[in-house]
């Protein structure tokens, strides 16, 4: 179902399920709860699950170009602030990483895959690579 607004054409998201939509309502709560300055959420990755690879990854009209690098850099940065937010919790270097820090790693390796033009998670698969030497991964 389309919605026409101020002279912009949009999916009924009462109606359609579309998972950029879902991934940015549930990192929208997980931030706003956590503000990734406390314990880490409960499920992390629960939003980044919700993710499936570049937005619009077959259409290369120029007034998509900014809302896949805004989700690009918002998938990166959600990513980046769990992690830091549950290695927090973790052991000392060398030491057994926990699941949930393994599980997050497997996560930046997923979306990295899903969307190799995405300089932001390429960025943060080589910060977390060290991540993974360090944890013994």
Same mark, same amino acid.
């Given at each position: #179902? ?11 998201? #009462? &109606?359609? +399920?579309?998972? &950029? ?31 499936? /690879?570049?937005? $619009? #990854?077959?259409?290369? @009209?120029? +007034? ?5 690098? *805004? ?10 602030? #769990?992690?830091?937010?549950? *290695? ?6 060398? @030491?057994?990483? @926990?699941?949930?820090?393994?599980? $997050? %790693?497997?996560?930046?390796?997923? =979306? =990295? ?10 960025? %943060?698969? *080589?910060?977390?690579?060290? %991540?993974?030497?360090?944890?013994? /991964?």
């Amino acid at each position: #179902s389309l919605v026409v607004r101020g002279g912009r054409v949009s999916l009924n998201r #009462s &109606v359609v +399920w579309v998972d &950029v939509s879902a991934f940015e309502r549930r990192a929208d709560k997980l931030e706003a709860r956590r503000g990734f300055l406390g314990p880490p959420p409960e499920d992390p990755l629960g939003a980044i699950l919700l993710h499936g /690879g570049a937005l $619009l #990854s077959d259409v290369e @009209a120029s +007034w998509v170009v900014q809302p896949r690098e *805004a989700l690009r850099e918002r998938v990166a940065r959600h990513l980046s602030r #769990s992690l830091a937010a549950v *290695a927090g919790r973790q052991p000392a270097p060398g @030491a057994e990483a @926990a699941p949930a820090v393994e599980a $997050l %790693l497997d996560a930046v390796d997923r =979306a =990295a895959r899903q969307d190799p033009a995405s300089a932001p998670l390429q960025r %943060l698969l *080589a910060q977390t690579g060290a %991540l993974r030497t360090d944890t013994g /991964g």
